[in-house]
């Protein structure tokens, strides 16, 4: 079974600082995507990045990068310059590679991330 | 390109009463999703099209939730009879094919409320 774990249930920062959103995971599978999906307030919920487990260079998406660390698994989410339209519930979610559930999304509890003027 | 369409957006019910949500995939999506989000907690996946089959149900409480997707576009996802803990949102999604890899794009939710 995957699990997904997301430490902080609520973080803030400044406006044009720099915010790291922590997941750790758990899988059996070698291989598998991990995904941060961002749920804005009463908006519906879309891909921020994803990592593929077999790539060792982080992905990146303008101002939205990963530090993923396979041996530790981890899976952190780095917002640079961060506005005002950050604020948003983020989920830490791992895909499922194998068996029946192919294709499922095992998400995280997800952190409300607050960006302050 | 429109969307993941669904309705309704709220719904409150008494228990033992019934339920149906409703969801219009992305045209073209051969795979359609249906998660529960309870209060504070992350999205769970309930069941999974292929087309119109079902290809995982294992986290779906069968005795009180069904759900259909017929000729392989809308989907159906129906409670009865619905409990107090059955309050939560109820969101589609939809992806190109079922792939481990691939994006879901998700709609925006029916907030169900039993009282």
């Known amino acids: 079974a995957q699990t997904v774990t997301q430490s902080q249930p609520e973080m803030s920062v400044q406006e044009a600082e720099t915010v790291t959103l922590s997941c750790t995971y758990d899988t059996s599978e070698s291989n598998y995507y991990l995904f941060w999906y961002k749920q804005p307030p009463s908006r519906q919920m879309i891909l921020v990045i994803r990592?593929?487990?077999?790539?060792?260079q982080n992905a990146t998406e303008n101002r939205f990068s990963v530090n993923f660390q396979k041996a530790a698994k981890s899976f952190s989410l780095k917002i640079s310059d961060s506005q005002l339209g950050d604020t948003a519930m983020y989920f830490c979610?791992?895909?499922?590679?194998?068996?029946?559930?192919?294709?499922?999304?095992?998400f995280g509890q997800g952190t409300i991330l607050t960006v302050h003027p | 390109e429109a969307g993941v369409a669904q309705s309704p957006r709220y719904k409150i019910i008494e228990k033992r009463q019934s339920v149906a949500f409703w969801c219009n995939p992305i045209?073209?999506?051969?795979?359609l999703y249906w998660y529960q989000q309870i209060l504070g907690q992350g999205p769970k996946l309930l069941i999974q099209?292929?087309?119109?089959?079902?290809?995982?149900d294992s986290q779906l409480p069968k005795d009180r939730f069904s759900a259909e997707r017929l000729k392989g576009v809308d989907s159906t996802l129906k409670i009865q009879p619905a409990k107090l803990e059955d309050s939560a949102v109820y969101l589609c999604?939809?992806?190109?094919?079922?792939?481990?890899?691939?994006?879901?794009?998700f709609g925006p939710g029916t907030r169900l409320t039993v009282l």
């Open positions: 099209f292929q087309n119109n089959g079902v290809v995982d």
């Open positions: 045209s073209g999506h051969a795979t």
């Open positions: 990592q593929e487990a077999y790539k060792q």
């Open positions: 979610a791992s895909g499922h590679s194998g068996g029946t559930s192919y294709g499922k999304l095992t």
């Open positions: 999604a939809s992806s190109l094919a079922r792939a481990y890899y691939n994006e879901q794009f």
